[in-house]
């Protein structure tokens, strides 16, 4: 029986993707994805199911163990993925996991910096103190979510004290419309809106 493929599609754009990646979905039957990461792709006349309840994607995925399945994860697939969630219903023998470029990689690229002594981390979902983090690492790297945007995470900074820590915020990586700024906490936490973000704090 042929092996679930997890695929790291990297942080957005298909210059990003592995070779190794584009090749195992080339010889896919099936693919499993969310609407986002479809897009761009040529498929031809494979089987395509658009994610969304999780349970019922699994079910999906059951049904065609005889088919070479493929599932897309954005960012990295053993970075928060759905591979946790894939873990818990089939055994690794079951999955060919292939990692991908993080968002929080890309972003660390760009801002030339190492992050090697970096917390790496992500708010969706989950309580993080990155007040705290930010004490203890020379770096905070975080995915943001719809609660924890980068205008929330800086009005906690502010709150602790650390509204002078630069905050850098990541829209749209890799896109064309891709924007980094570098900002105060202080300023931040009033600042407007921003659009599918990552954010590295550090120290001056």
Same mark, same amino acid.
């Given at each position: 029986?042929?092996?679930?493929?997890?695929?790291?599609?990297?942080?957005?754009?298909?210059?990003?993707?592995?070779?190794?990646?584009?090749?195992?979905?080339?010889?896919?039957?099936?693919i499993?994805?969310?609407?986002?990461? !479809?897009?761009?792709?040529?498929?031809? #006349?494979?089987?395509?199911?658009?994610?969304g309840?999780?349970?019922?994607?699994?079910?999906?995925?059951?049904?065609?163990?005889?088919?070479?399945?493929?599932?897309?994860?954005?960012?990295d697939?053993?970075?928060?993925s759905? !591979?946790?969630?894939?873990?818990?219903?089939?055994?690794?023998?079951?999955?060919?996991?292939?990692?991908?470029?993080?968002?929080?990689?890309?972003?660390?690229?760009?801002?030339?910096?190492?992050?090697?002594?970096?917390?790496?981390?992500?708010?969706?979902?989950?309580?993080?103190?990155?007040?705290?983090?930010?004490?203890?690492?020379?770096?905070?790297? !975080?995915?943001?979510? #719809?609660?924890?945007?980068?205008?929330?995470?800086?009005?906690?900074?502010?709150?602790?004290?650390?509204?002078?820590?630069?905050?850098?915020?990541?829209?749209?990586?890799?896109?064309e419309?891709?924007?980094?700024?570098?900002?105060?906490?202080?300023?931040?936490?009033?600042?407007?809106?921003?659009?599918?973000?990552?954010?590295?704090?550090?120290?001056?």
């Amino acid at each position: 029986m042929e092996r679930i493929n997890v695929l790291g599609m990297g942080p957005g754009h298909r210059d990003y993707v592995l070779p190794i990646t584009s090749r195992l979905i080339e010889e896919s039957d099936v693919i499993v994805s969310s609407a986002r990461l !479809l897009q761009g792709l040529e498929l031809g #006349g494979k089987a395509v199911y658009e994610l969304g309840r999780l349970a019922e994607a699994v079910e999906h995925i059951r049904e065609n163990r005889h088919k070479k399945i493929s599932v897309l994860v954005s960012g990295d697939s053993c970075f928060y993925s759905m !591979l946790s969630f894939l873990r818990r219903h089939f055994e690794s023998e079951e999955l060919n996991v292939v990692p991908g470029i993080g968002s929080l990689q890309y972003m660390f690229s760009r801002l030339g910096m190492s992050w090697s002594e970096a917390f790496m981390g992500s708010v969706h979902g989950r309580e993080v103190d990155f007040a705290e983090l930010s004490l203890r690492y020379k770096a905070v790297g !975080l995915l943001t979510d #719809g609660k924890w945007s980068p205008k929330a995470i800086a009005k906690v900074l502010v709150e602790k004290g650390l509204g002078e820590r630069i905050m850098y915020i990541g829209e749209n990586l890799s896109y064309e419309n891709e924007k980094i700024s570098r900002i105060r906490a202080a300023e931040a936490a009033s600042s407007g809106g921003y659009d599918m973000c990552v954010v590295v704090i550090c120290d001056e």
